[in-house]
């Protein structure tokens, strides 16, 4: 085994008290689990990208179980310090962050393994990992930049997938996913309409894609606002949803997608209500909507969009809407939590 002469390291743990007002993570200093197996890999942490996710399941709040007091999160970038004596495709120095979902490797496998819910994540300075679930991270990126890929990044990735070039996607929000989906749309030659609850939200990201100008949509002063974007689009609708609103803005979704279209159902951002699906399943038939659901990405995807990226060479810096200490976590998560961001909230270590 190369070996580094760390033992410990520092984590934040859930508290698992969901009083309001109350510490929601704990730092803790804790062993790492050394000797490495032989075909572990040790990465020394530089920077951790939160989701709303972190901040739901610190809120008590994810819609799947997780385990007890377990470590947030599931973005970052780190560099190999150590790896085990049968590690093949990994050497120190490498730069590289574990897959979200650690059973899902070529996307075929049958069971599911979330960082920060099923398993421990990655909101600590070291982390060990098995060397079949880490990815390399683009070289030319700065560790802040990196750290979004994982799942924020592989998430938009997966949630475009089959658009093309001129087709027009709707994008719902100017959260993380949100904001690298728009990039990568603007990057492949594909219209993006954005919606938000905020004028003020829409319009900085006017100004920032002035050219050809973005369509937007303000989806809480405007309720029916799959008819605005039906409106947008000449009464035929968009190619593909990214969907974050869930049971709250999918019949809506369905509405304003053309027949045969996509919709991408990621996130569930809205009050998760069976009773606003009474539409969904003739809505679904009747408009021939391809409605997929969206686990992040597999390793190969992660792969493919490390690739990708590299091949631009596009920087991601702009996504970042702000940068705390790793030591201010807990900040970090409540600004999530109240929504304040426009794109990616990123700590530094
Ligand atoms: N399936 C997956 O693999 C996967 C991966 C990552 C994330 N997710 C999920 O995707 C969603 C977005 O995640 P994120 O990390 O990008 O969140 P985020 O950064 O916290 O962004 C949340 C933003 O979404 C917008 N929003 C809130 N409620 C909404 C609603 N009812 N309908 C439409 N937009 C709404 C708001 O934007 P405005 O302030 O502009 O209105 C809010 O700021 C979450 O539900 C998350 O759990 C899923």
Redesign the pocket.
Known sequence: MSSSRVTHRRAFRRTDDFTPGTSKLKLVTEPLPLPLSPTAVLLKIHAVA???????IANGQNPWPVMPNGILCNDAAGEVIAVGNKVKTLVVGDRAAPI?DTENISGRETRRSWLAADEDGVMADHIAFEERVLCKLPEYLDWLDAAMIP??G??AW??LKGVSIGQTVLI?????????ALKLARAAGIRAIL????DE??CQMKMKYSSPPILTVN??QTPKWDQEVLKLTDGVGVDIVVE???T??LVKSLRCTRRGGTVS???????QDPSDLKELIPTLIDRRINLR?????SKHDMEDFCAALSASGMLLHDLIDRVFPFEQAEDAVEY?WQ???????VLRL
């Not at 929504?339 to 909230?345: A, E, L």
């Open positions: 939160l989701n709303y996710r972190d901040a739901n979200t799942c924020a592989v998430t997966s949630a719902q929000g100017t959260g993380g996913v949100s904001v690298f919606t938000s609850s905020s939200k829409l989806y809480s974050n609103g869930g709250g803005s159902q990621v996130g569930y951002l809205s009050k659901g969206i686990n992040a990405g999530v929504g304040k961001q426009i794109g990616k909230i």
